[in-house]
């Protein structure tokens, strides 16, 4: 994304993997297409996002893998604005800082996000990921399990793009974790995950081909 809100094209299909042990990125980056990036775990989460994409845009592989969620603070902030852990207006400012350095061009959403066994999450950030978040692009969030993570991203489709992440998070205080995603998705086109919502179920995507198509 530049500073006009256009999408940043890059040489590299980018994939951020959540859950599992820290060890599985790594494991990743022993492929010869693949590059896979961690940064110093603890630091603050939107400046690991924002160091993980520059480093994205420096990279000539097929794959840039890495584990520094752009929506990270969001989740965070949004799970504990509806477990009522977390202080007023907490969620704005973090939306608020999150939208500022992506309209600078500083981070932007990945090409997909692949979730590692998320029926063992915490609820409030699952549904963040498997209704709410899959629901705006179905095919750019695909659910695995640790021996099948290269397998599915060998296998992610293409479909359409994310909206544009001020689009996305606009109203994102309204949203209700147990509802989150699931009324704006129609029949045939809920997330991949969705079932993960209310019973642990698991699907690994392996047909089909990488595109890395935002469209």
Do not use: C
Request: proline fraction near 7%.
């Amino acid at each position: 994304m530049d500073q006009h809100g256009g999408v940043q094209r890059l040489s590299t299909t980018v994939v951020v993997v959540l859950g599992g042990e820290p060890e599985l990125v790594a494991a990743l980056g022993r492929a010869a297409n693949v590059r896979a990036w961690r940064g110093a775990p603890g630091g603050p989460l939107l400046e690991r996002a924002v160091d993980a994409w520059s480093a994205a845009r420096e990279t000539r592989s097929t794959y840039f893998v890495h584990d520094a969620d752009p929506l990270a603070a969001v989740t965070e902030a949004w799970a504990r604005r509806f477990e009522g852990t977390g202080p007023a207006g907490e969620l704005e400012v973090v939306v608020a800082e999150t939208l500022a350095r992506w309209r600078t061009g500083s981070l932007e959403l990945p090409d997909y996000y692949v979730l590692v066994t998320p029926e063992q999450w915490a609820p409030t950030p699952r549904h963040f990921h498997l209704g709410f978040l899959s629901a705006q692009a179905p095919s750019r969030v695909e659910v695995t399990e640790p021996g099948r993570i290269a397998e599915t991203i060998g296998g992610l489709r293409a479909g359409r793009w994310w909206p544009d992440l001020d689009d996305l998070l606009r109203g994102i205080d309204l949203v209700v974790p147990d509802q989150a995603g699931l009324a704006a998705a129609p029949k045939n086109d809920r997330p991949a995950g969705a079932a993960l919502l209310g019973a642990p179920t698991l699907t690994a995507v392996t047909d089909g081909r990488m595109g890395g198509a935002r469209g």
